[in-house]
């Protein structure tokens, strides 16, 4: 079992619409967790970062992390083209020292049709 | 601007050369990473650096070096021991006290 699996989509909505994405993990040892948006043949940026279960809403986008089902989702409400990105969700954990091993989904491809 | 730099955007690489791909940062960070990006693998850590003179493998390391001779420059040279170099190059670093990471914008390696 991978220790984090997300669904690599394609995922296409129309705009206006709400979208889920999710990520499962296997590891209980996994703290921190982010998503990151990365437009095409750009590097990753930071969206949104959590560490504790429940819910942290940021603009149109909300992160919802439950670590008792070790699921994580991202949902963007009124989504817009500008959304037409690869969503990454990540995870750390502490690895000695002042290290935090860092752990990638394998991203869901998302387009937003106008 | 405090942000990553990477170069060059794009790099060709021969059959049996040694290319280095630069990274640099004005952030302050003290922990720097490569990652390799592949299409359906997601990223992939190559070396990270948590201090200067100082650098540990990644999960795919053959094939690579580092080095980390200044706080804010972390190059990467791929070898002509790494088979199978094509792929998007990924640097990251963090600060200590933080658990994320930030991004480059990559560079891309393409094999001739």
């Known amino acids: 079992q991978k220790e984090v699996e997300q669904d690599p989509g394609p995922l296409s909505v129309p705009e206006g619409a709400i979208v889920s994405l999710n990520c499962t993990y296997s590891?209980?040892?996994?703290?921190?967790f982010m998503w990151y948006r990365q437009y095409s043949r750009k590097g990753p940026e930071l969206l949104m970062y959590?560490?504790?279960?429940g819910n942290k809403e940021d603009g149109r986008f909300t992160a919802q992390v439950d670590k008792s089902s070790k699921y994580i989702s991202l949902f963007i409400r009124d989504s817009q083209p500008s959304d037409s990105a690869t969503y990454l969700c990540a995870m750390s954990m502490w690895s000695g020292g002042s290290n935090y091993k860092l752990t990638f989904g394998k991203g869901t491809l998302l387009t937003v049709n106008p | 601007d405090g942000g990553i730099t990477q170069s060059p955007k794009y790099l060709f690489r021969k059959e049996g050369q040694n290319v280095t791909l630069s990274c640099e940062q004005n952030l302050n960070h003290d922990a720097m990473y490569w990652y390799r990006q592949d299409p359906g693998q997601g990223l992939r850590l190559i070396y990270y650096s948590q201090i200067v003179n100082d650098f540990q493998k990644g999960d795919i390391a053959e094939g690579y070096s580092v080095s980390r001779e200044k706080k804010e420059s972390f190059p990467l040279t791929v070898t002509s021991a790494q088979k199978n170099p094509t792929a998007f190059y990924l640097c990251?670093?963090?600060?200590?006290?933080?658990?994320?990471?930030?991004f480059g914008p990559g560079t891309r390696l393409l094999v001739l």
């Open positions: 959590t560490y504790s279960s």
């Open positions: 590891n209980s040892a996994f703290q921190y």
């Open positions: 990251a670093s963090s600060s200590s006290e933080r658990e994320t990471q930030y």
